[in-house]
Structures are given as C-alpha cells and as structure tokens.
C-alpha cells in the first residue's frame, strides 16, 4: 500500500531556531515530491523535487530528496512566528493524472 | 504560478438539500482537475479525480452518486454534495494541473460546507 509518512506530527520551537522537517515515502511510480504550507485555507506550494541530492532553496526554507532511502526533509532556518502551519509532504505518483498521496503533516508552531 | 479559485468559500445548507462547489482554473487550462476533503487536523483525502469530458475517477469508499462531479471545461469543474447530510460537513479542496513538469498540482483555497 502507498503511503507517506511525516514526521514529527507537531513541533513547537522559539523565533530563530532551525527546524527540520521530515518525510519518507513508499509509493509506487514515484514521480515527484512536494512540500506545501497549510495555514487556515488551501495549501501553498513550496517545493516539488524529483532528483536526489539537488537542494532546493526559498529564502529561509530549504528541502532536499534521497530516493535511495525514499525520505525528503524541509529545513526552515531563523524561524518566525510566521512560519506557525502545517507543513504537509505529497507524492505524485504518476500515471496520466498525476495522482498525489499526501502525509498527515506536521503541526510547526512559532513561539515569540 | 499557476491561480485556482473556488466559489463559495464557505457554505451553510439545511439537511436533504444539494450544494454545488465550483473550482476554476483561471491562467491556465486544466486538463485534470482532483476534489479533496479535510476533517479538523487531518490531512487532505483525495475524494475523485476529473479529466475535462469524462467521467469522474473515485477513490475508494467515496459515493459517485452522493458527490456528482462535472468537469466540463479545460477550466471548470463542480462539485455537487447531493442530499447533504450533517457528516458531509467539511473543508472541500479543488486543485488543478495542466501539462506542467511532474504533474504539480495548484490549489483552490477552499469551501466550508456546514450541514445542518
């Protein structure tokens, strides 16, 4: 059975520090992975990766993707109280549709 | 990137009457449009997924005849909650893609359905 699994599930830190966030996958006919920011509507995306080792960079946040272990993580450095969401972690696991398969998410919570 | 709109963001009906939710790509053509619902901190559950002029794909244990999609055009699709019932209340979520790189999906910003 596909699925994706994040890790943790909520996560509370202080303005400035380094957060990482983590995602592990077993999907069949992987295609891609995507990082999406959910705070109280629609997620926003953030990343789509589909290589291994190629770091992608925005600002603050950054991700990177192992295929060979099947994991993904997202880093957000210097955070702010801003960055309080639910970070959630998808697989796109191909065929015409481009079917995606999301994580639970992990609850970020920002402290002052 | 890419812009996808929904209408109404939030929604309160009576219990036995149909709502309809509508999602719309508005910069690009969607060839395929996905529905999702989301309970409170849950994370999203594909509920179908549509291709401009066919029929509609259902996951498993979601009713085709309870939720009615039309994917009518390259930038329009519907969704029809039929005799809503209170346990239909929830946070429906269209997203689009076109032929972008890796399938990447655009989200609406969602509908609120309350039943009472």
Same mark, same amino acid.
């Given at each position: 059975?596909?699925?994706?699994?994040?890790?943790?599930?909520?996560?509370?830190?202080?303005?400035?520090?380094?957060?990482?966030l983590n995602c592990s996958y077993e999907?069949?006919?992987?295609?891609?992975?995507?990082?999406?920011?959910?705070?109280?509507?629609?997620?926003?995306?953030?990343?789509?990766?589909?290589?291994?080792?190629?770091?992608?960079?925005?600002?603050?946040?950054s991700s990177i993707l192992d295929k060979?272990?099947?994991?993904?993580?997202?880093?957000?450095?210097?955070?702010?109280?801003?960055?309080?969401?639910?970070?959630?972690?998808?697989?796109?696991?191909?065929?015409?549709?481009?079917?995606?398969?999301?994580?639970?998410?992990?609850?970020?919570?920002?402290?002052? | 990137?890419?812009?996808?709109?929904?209408?109404?963001?939030?929604?309160?009906?009576?219990?036995?009457?149909?709502?309809?939710?509508?999602?719309?790509?508005?910069?690009?053509?969607?060839?395929?449009?996905?529905?999702?619902?989301?309970?409170?901190?849950?994370?999203?559950?594909?509920?179908?997924? *549509?291709?401009? #002029?066919?029929?509609?794909? @259902? =996951? /498993?244990?979601?009713?085709?005849?309870?939720? %009615?999609?039309?994917?009518?055009?390259?930038?329009?699709?519907?969704?029809?909650?039929?005799?809503?019932?209170?346990?239909?209340?929830?946070?429906?979520?269209? *997203?689009?893609? #076109?032929?972008?790189?890796? @399938? =990447? /999906?655009?989200?609406?910003?969602?509908?609120? %359905?309350?039943?009472?």
């Amino acid at each position: 059975e596909d699925k994706v699994v994040q890790s943790p599930l909520s996560l509370v830190v202080h303005e400035g520090d380094t957060v990482t966030l983590n995602c592990s996958y077993e999907v069949t006919n992987f295609r891609s992975l995507l990082w999406y920011k959910q705070e109280k509507k629609a997620p926003t995306f953030l990343f789509m990766l589909t290589s291994s080792g190629i770091e992608k960079k925005s600002g603050r946040l950054s991700s990177i993707l192992d295929k060979k272990e099947l994991f993904s993580i997202l880093n957000i450095t210097a955070t702010q109280t801003g960055d309080s969401a639910v970070y959630l972690c998808a697989v796109n696991y191909g065929g015409s549709q481009g079917n995606l398969i999301f994580g639970k998410g992990t609850k970020l919570s920002v402290k002052p | 990137g890419a812009v996808v709109s929904q209408h109404p963001s939030w929604v309160i009906c009576k219990s036995g009457t149909s709502v309809k939710i509508e999602c719309r790509s508005l910069d690009f053509q969607a060839t395929t449009m996905f529905w999702y619902r989301q309970f409170p901190k849950q994370s999203l559950m594909l509920m179908a997924t *549509s291709n401009e #002029g066919s029929k509609a794909t @259902y =996951e /498993q244990g979601v009713e085709k005849d309870k939720f %009615l999609i039309n994917h009518a055009s390259l930038t329009l699709s519907t969704l029809t909650v039929t005799s809503a019932h209170p346990e239909d209340s929830s946070f429906y979520i269209c *997203s689009a893609s #076109g032929n972008q790189p890796g @399938y =990447e /999906q655009y989200f609406g910003p969602g509908t609120r %359905l309350t039943v009472t």
